[in-house]
């Protein structure tokens, strides 16, 4: 069975950092690209992240760029999002999803993880 | 950055009727549109790739079409467990979703 377990959320001050992790299970990891999704309490999906199978490709949305970065050790099946310079807004559910395709380029996502939420707040 | 502009935001609809959202691009995005769903307290459920396939295991109530800067979403004969909010996504230039459309039994 095809499995996403995200962990590392938590209550984080203004301005700190947390790193969050994505352990997959079931599938050829290192063949799919990968993404971060977030969701604001009460608000719609929001790209953030994503990163090409071999992990040589990163893609940022603007709001995030600069602030995280997305990696993956794909010998231990893992994706992780490190997240610096926190603020307010960045408070979410954060998701881990594998594409639907074993393709370059990030597109459609058809496995997700149970999400990790992450609280900045003093 | 493409943006994706989803409407209504949100519909009510009687069991059995047929429920239409639209999704409309900023530029050409060709057929690289997704559909998800999402019920609360879940994570997303992917329907319909490449704008108008039908994900496996997807009931065929659900369907998509549209190409270019315009997309329709589509489910023929809305059922009880449809309740759910539903977002678009495109993928011709990095990753955008579109605010979602929740849908609501009258």
């Known amino acids: 069975e095809v499995q996403l377990l995200e962990s590392g959320g938590g209550l984080v001050q203004p301005g700190g950092s947390l790193r969050l992790s994505c352990a997959a299970s079931g599938f050829t990891f290192s063949s799919y690209a990968m993404s971060w999704v977030r969701q604001a309490p009460g608000k719609g999906l929001e790209w953030v992240s994503a990163?090409?199978?071999?992990?040589?490709?990163?893609y940022y949305a603007d709001s995030v760029k600069g602030r995280f970065t997305i990696s993956r050790d794909n010998s231990k099946n893992t994706l992780y999002l490190q997240m610096n310079s926190l603020r307010a807004e960045d408070t979410a559910v954060y998701y881990c999803?594998?594409?639907?395709?074993?393709?370059?380029?990030?597109?459609?996502?058809?496995?997700w993880g149970q999400g990790t939420t992450v609280t900045v707040s003093s | 950055d493409i943006q994706m502009t989803q409407s209504p935001s949100s519909l009510s609809a009687s069991v059995g009727d047929r429920v239409t959202i639209t999704c409309q691009a900023s530029?050409?995005?060709?057929?690289?549109l997704n559909w998800y769903q999402q019920k609360p307290g879940k994570a997303p459920k992917l329907l319909i790739y490449?704008?108008?396939n039908l994900e496996t295991g997807v009931p065929s109530r659900f369907s998509g079409s549209g190409s270019g800067t315009d997309f329709t979403f589509t489910i023929s004969s809305l059922q009880p467990e449809d309740i759910a909010t539903y977002y678009c996504?495109?993928?011709?230039?990095?990753?955008?979703f579109g605010g979602g459309t929740k849908v609501e039994i009258k």
């Open positions: 990163i090409s199978g071999s992990g040589g490709s990163t």
């Open positions: 490449d704008a108008s």
């Open positions: 999803a594998k594409d639907r395709v074993a393709a370059a380029n990030p597109g459609g996502m058809d496995v």
């Open positions: 996504q495109q993928y011709d230039n990095r990753l955008t």
């Open positions: 530029q050409d995005i060709s057929n690289y």
